[in-house]
């Protein structure tokens, strides 16, 4: 398994051709208290960088992008009910949704946490 | 207006650094939006115990009389002045009392609302303690100037840091410094000392909590500010906080909530109009608004809570069986309620508590009702 970021601050954890996709410790931060998190239905197919769900806070609403193109397997449905899981823990617990990737080769256009972590100091 | 687009700052921006906020642009200022213990956090703290709030943004001023100030009428003369531009009965203002009222276009559209107190000194009759709001405050100067410059003076207190203390504990840890400010009650307001520095005290605040404005010259309010600190019961808390405060409490926030295209009672601002007033029908656009309230609006503003956990934002269209009837202005999710909840106006025959209506989020139909403002019961010291 190995997981990648992007500067849109998602992290994408790859087994094969199945990836986990949710956002970043750093970006929860950053949002503060997570009040809703809005998932696409199983099936819908996206591109790279296609809106793909919506996370609120108490202040306002942000856009989480597909990372990389594929489809969507399974949505978090836990979030429904208890979406401070993605404050509480965001690489874990509080991942988005599971996608079949279409494309691997766009894994080589991400971070690894390394590189992630120097983006993130140099905000 | 400057050409100058730099963002001001206030008086307490360095303390504001140090106590770790995130500072964001607001009404041309760089202003705390939330401390590290984030929104949420402070929103909740505020309801239960002490939030304390820079507002310094805002417009506080006074307007003197030219001539005659503090002599016998003076305070009836410059009512009669102001009452040209509000429709509220401001000549009846007993001395140390505050009314909301509106700033009035000549059409009756509101041009911004804002605070106006009678002071209690007789020294100062003739003088109003006015607060605007911070985004429209060089509008509502120029108009002060332009329609009553030639018989008063406007002084800005530019000189000045307003703070806002809220919340159930704000008297217990005000009187320790302004002894005696537990005895005004909600919309009341005193000039009083906190070491030998003049402020201006008053019982009011834009959270629905009990609580008090403090007016401090700017080289005092950093320490007073720290002290206010110092106490357990004390958080500081920025304007994200403060917006979903207001919200629960139902207040409207100017530029969103109402403008310059709504009449007062419209917006649910009726009462601002005393009977004086509503029978002089002597103000901007009385026709226009005493209609309005003859014959009832044809939009009403209300309280919407969204029936599923989707909070709504601000613009978010209002349908019902398809047709679009109205839209949010202000929206968000609640930290007492628990929830999302928002408000917005909708054609007047859906304004009913209990009605079923559709909000279009991201070109869903989520299930909302109207619903009774406010959402969180006001705590005010009548």
Redesign the interface.
Known sequence: MTIYYTKEHEWISVEGDVGTVGITAYAAEQL??V??V?LPDADTEFSKGGEMA?V??????SDLYAPISGTVTEGNSDL?DA?ETVNEDAEGKGWFVKLTLSNTGELDGLMDKAAYDAFCAGQ | MSEDTSLKTTALHALHIELGAKMVAFAGYEMPVQYPLGVKDEHLWTRAKAGLFDVSHMGPCFLFLKEGLGKAGAHEKIAALIERLVPSDIKALKPGQSRLTVLLAEDGGILDDLIITRPENDELQGMLYIVVNGAMKHQDWAVFEDKLGAETTLKRADDRVLLALQGPEAVNVLKAFFPGCEDLKFMQSKRMYWNDVRCAVSRCGYTGEDGFEILIFAEAAGDFTRQLLSDERVEPIGLAARDSLRLEAGLCLYGHDMDASREPVEVGLGWVIQKRRREAADFPGAERILTARADGPAQVRVGIKPLERAPAREGTEISVAGEVIGIVTSGGFGPSVGGPIAMGYVAAAYGAPGTKIDLMVRGKARAAEVATLPFVAHNYKR
Not at chain 1, 56 to 61: G, N, Q
Request: glycine share 8%; aromatic share 8%.
């Open positions: 503060g208290d009040v809703y809005e919506v609120e806070s108490v202040k306002a609403a429904a979406p």
